[in-house]
């Protein structure tokens, strides 16, 4: 499927993976709208990208839908990248040995795998309504998990658990949108450079990443970005989840 002249709608478009994508899709042609905070820099990124930016939150339904059909003002909504999340630590005993705060739990599990599900929802919704292209497709949904949803650290059991749920609905909901020629794919991350890890001591980034077998070294955004690209161009791959990870496995800490 072609990038240009396609509407593109990234969520957590306003930093880290999601910046990354919206860049690299709007190079390509794409129409892109971006959803993020509206405390983030979303709207002056929009600008710059010639894009729209569409404020909220992605575990509230009404801002998801107002994005789909933001993102189906300009172009046809073609292309959905999910990228926003958190990663906060939650340990099951804190060490006191007293039980987690559930409310964490849930916190990361609803931004990072309900978040997922209600984008990817609303925008079906408005993709399976576009006509298709000359070879039948009619949109592509590409979903962010981690490879902690296969090798979780201490600490992760609610991230883990998220992402987790991100990888396993990959299939379930590519053979459901096959009918309306919507494919549906997943991108699990290695240690990138977010700017969560950008903020860590030098030290600390280039420890992580001689933890990678090769290359040794932090995963770079437009890396992550060239293969959502490579997802959307290529029509065959389809309810998939591709580990973008240097071939590490996590050690338990």
């Given at each position: 499927m072609q990038i240009q002249g396609s509407g593109a709608l990234v969520t957590g478009g306003a930093s880290g993976l999601g910046l990354a994508t919206a860049r690299a899709l709007a190079a390509e042609g794409a129409v892109v709208t971006i959803l993020d905070l509206p405390s983030s820099s979303g709207a002056e990124i929009?600008?710059?990208l010639g894009g729209a930016f569409s404020p909220g939150d992605v575990t509230n339904a009404e801002d998801a839908a107002a994005a789909a059909r933001v993102a189906q003002e300009s172009a046809p909504l073609r292309i959905v990248v999910n990228c926003a999340g958190i990663a906060p630590p939650a340990k099951v005993l804190d060490?006191?040995?007293?039980?987690?705060?559930?409310?964490?739990?849930?916190?990361?599990?609803?931004?990072?795998?309900v978040g997922t599900f209600n984008v990817l929802s609303q925008a079906a919704a408005v993709i399976a309504k576009n006509d298709p292209t000359e070879s039948?497709?009619?949109?592509?949904?590409?979903n962010t998990a981690s490879v902690a949803a296969f090798d979780g650290q201490i600490g992760q059991p609610a991230y883990s658990?998220?992402?987790g749920g991100v990888?396993?609905?990959?299939?379930?909901?590519?053979?459901?949108l096959a009918r309306y020629g919507i494919r549906v794919c997943t991108i699990a991350p290695g240690i990138m450079e977010t700017p969560m890890l950008m903020g860590l001591p030098q030290e600390a980034q280039d420890s992580l990443g001689t933890q990678v077998p090769y290359p040794s070294r932090l995963g770079?955004?437009?890396e992550y970005a060239s293969?959502?690209?490579?997802i959307v161009e290529n029509g065959y791959l389809n309810g998939e989840t591709i580990?973008?990870?240097g071939a590490i496995r996590m050690a338990p800490k």
């Open positions: 929009a600008e710059d060490r006191e040995g007293n039980p987690a705060v559930l409310a964490d739990f849930e916190r990361i599990v609803r931004i990072n795998l039948g497709d009619r949109g592509v949904i590409v658990a998220s992402k990888h396993a609905m990959t299939l379930p909901v590519a053979r459901e770079r955004p437009d293969l959502v690209r490579q580990r973008l990870d």
